[in-house]
């Protein structure tokens, strides 16, 4: 996926707080829903924005999807922000 894809799913305070909860470990889309006060239905689309972001990946056992974060997305986007900011993340003035 696009740097473009991976800001606008990180630009959604939920979606960054879900990332936070995967940052743990693996969990179930309902295990993540009890974490917020939406519904389940709404979860559901914050982890399809994530999920077409590459942000995480997702793996089904019998009747639950259990979703994990992919640092490689993240890792790569930060280093376009170093790049951007002179390649040493901070300006000397």
């Given amino acids: 996926m696009g740097l473009q894809e991976t800001l606008k799913a990180l630009a959604d305070p939920t979606r960054r707080e879900i990332l936070n909860l995967l940052k743990g470990g ?21 982890l399809s924005v ?10 089904r056992e019998g009747k ?7 640092t490689s997305v993240l890792e790569e986007t930060l280093l376009w922000m170093t790049d951007l900011m002179g390649g040493n993340g901070c300006d000397e003035k």
Wanted: aromatic content about 10%; glycine content about 2%.
């Fill in 64 to 70: 639950f999807i259990y979703y994990e974060i992919n």
């Fill in 26 to 46: 693996r969990m179930s889309a309902g295990e993540i829903t009890e974490h917020f006060p939406v519904t389940a239905a709404s979860i559901s689309r914050h």
């Fill in 50 to 59: 994530l999920k077409d972001a590459d942000l995480v990946r997702d793996k």
